[in-house]
């Protein structure tokens, strides 16, 4: 098995990136069908090879910030398309070998390369799968790649469909969380991510990348019902999902509670941070529970110490366009008003905020001692209705791979806009890796900088950048 650098650190979201978690697109997404993609949580069906093209010029970024050696040291197009594509393609025999930027598919196979693992791996994806004792005992003597292959895609080589496919797994991002030293592992509020959860969990746990931390995985623990008890709904749920959980500082956590991340999940969160001495203070953006949402960072990600991307409407807390709060908007449920509380370890009664840019505002200033005025870059440039047709398509939902230097998606023109207006320079991604491939462009003097990465199919399976990936380590900033 292959030695990795080990070490797992993630004190903010704008660190320079330095190891990250990542799973590329594979053959479960070409077969979800229409009748099913909202089972599989995807507002349509997207087209694999086109998906693979606008996601492997992401991998070849990440390679070039991350581990520079890897990428140029790849085979060259004069080698021919298949060679090329098989460096990006997991299980391929050209597959990059990277410690830096980490493939799920890869740490999977790895691990059901030992036997005890593969038995019960094997044996808890037929239970739950439904699979019968002679299929468990096929996939069983499979070689560790392809078994990998098959429990993330859920289909044999004949093409056949053994299980159902798990597509939302390119967002690693939801799987768990490294906050400081600790990896928080998620709960899916959706069946139909509870294998990548079960997956997730195995590899944590067995994969000697994350030997040296095995007591600081801090895991959501199991909902205890009785069944009997008066006043139990059986359809409560305690989920958490990485979308909602935001690293802003060494000490602070923001947790959002949404359509996926429910209250019992923010308070085992918060009774797990501090009573691990993880962090000291707990913010929780509680927002409407509505698909356009889904996670707080489908609202607003972080971009340097005083600069955010953000939904105005919903963060500010106000409708622009009516003029009137947030919550006064709609009296229909409680579960449409917009609440920001933080909660901070000994002290008994939380703090509240007036708004989520309040709340920004003060880790900008109070967290991360910026002394400048706090700026946020709006999506679709404040303007209706761009401003939520930008966000539907992530505009919000940004990774930064250092301080000032995000990748977004290239179709929120009106965003962009917003972001030249800020003082960032703009450049298409494949303009960059031009620049990179020929040396003339230097990573290290890259400044406010927003790289738009191809989103013609891509940005249609709901997810940003910041979706896609999974921080283990990033520099103190």
């Not at 791996?121 to 239970?127: K, N, R």
């Not at 496919?165 to 390119?170: A, E, R, V």
């Not at 958490?240 to 359509?259: A, K, N």
Request: charged share 25%; net charge negative; hydrophobic share 35%.
């Amino acid at each position: 098995m292959k030695t990795y650098e080990s070490k797992i650190q993630v004190d903010s979201e704008i660190g320079r990136l330095r190891t990250v978690l990542i799973h590329s697109p594979d053959n479960g997404i070409g077969r979800v069908a229409p009748s099913k993609a909202q089972d599989w949580l995807f507002e349509d069906i997207l087209h694999l090879d086109t998906v693979r093209r606008e996601y492997d010029c992401y991998v070849q970024l990440l390679l070039y910030f991350l581990d520079p050696d890897t990428i140029r040291n790849r085979p060259s197009a004069s080698a021919g398309a298949a060679d090329e594509r098989s460096f990006y393609k997991p299980g391929m025999p050209g597959f990059y070998q990277s410690d830096r930027v980490l493939e799920i598919e890869k740490l999977l196979s790895d691990i059901l390369k030992i036997e005890n693992i593969r038995e019960k791996l094997c044996a808890a994806v037929c239970a739950i799968e439904g699979c019968s004792y002679n299929q468990q005992s096929d996939l069983n003597a499979l070689d560790a790649e392809r078994l990998a292959r098959i429990l993330i895609s859920g289909s044999l080589k004949s093409g056949e469909m053994l299980f159902p496919p798990i597509p939302n797994l390119i967002f690693t991002r939801d799987i768990g969380i490294t906050i400081n030293s600790h990896i928080l592992l998620n709960k899916p509020a959706k069946k139909a991510r509870n294998r990548e959860s079960l997956l997730s969990r195995y590899i944590f746990y067995n994969h000697p990348l994350f030997a040296a931390y095995r007591d600081r995985i801090l895991e959501i623990p199991h909902q205890v019902q009785h069944f009997l008890r008066p006043g139990e709904a059986p359809g409560d749920k305690t989920t958490l999902e990485g979308g909602d959980v935001m690293v802003v500082s060494p000490d602070h956590v923001i947790i959002g509670c949404s359509e996926r991340t429910s209250p019992g999940g923010v308070a085992e969160a918060i009774r797990l941070l501090f009573e691990n001495d993880v962090v000291q203070k707990v913010s929780v953006v509680k927002i409407p529970h509505k698909r356009d949402y889904m996670h707080i960072d489908t609202l607003f990600t972080q971009v340097n110490k005083h600069t955010w991307v953000v939904l105005h409407a919903i963060c500010s807390g106000r409708n622009k366009n009516k003029g009137q709060p947030l919550e006064y908007l709609s009296d229909k449920k409680k579960q449409d008003q917009v609440s920001v509380l933080q909660f901070k370890k000994g002290r008994e009664k939380p703090k509240k905020f007036k708004s989520i840019e309040s709340l920004l505002a003060s880790v900008s200033q109070r967290d991360l001692g910026s002394t400048e005025e706090p700026v946020f870059i709006y999506s679709g440039n404040d303007e209706f209705p761009h401003d939520e047709r930008e966000q539907w398509t992530d505009s919000c939902n940004i990774l930064a791979l250092k301080e000032g230097v995000a990748l977004g998606y290239d179709r929120n023109d009106r965003s962009i806009e917003a972001f030249k207006e800020a003082g960032f320079q703009v450049i298409e991604a494949e303009q960059l890796l031009q620049q990179l491939e020929a040396g003339e462009t230097d990573i290290d003097r890259l400044e406010n900088t927003l790289i738009l990465m191809p989103s013609a199919e891509l940005s249609r399976a709901r997810g940003g950048f910041r979706c896609m990936s999974m921080p283990l380590l990033r520099d103190p900033i």
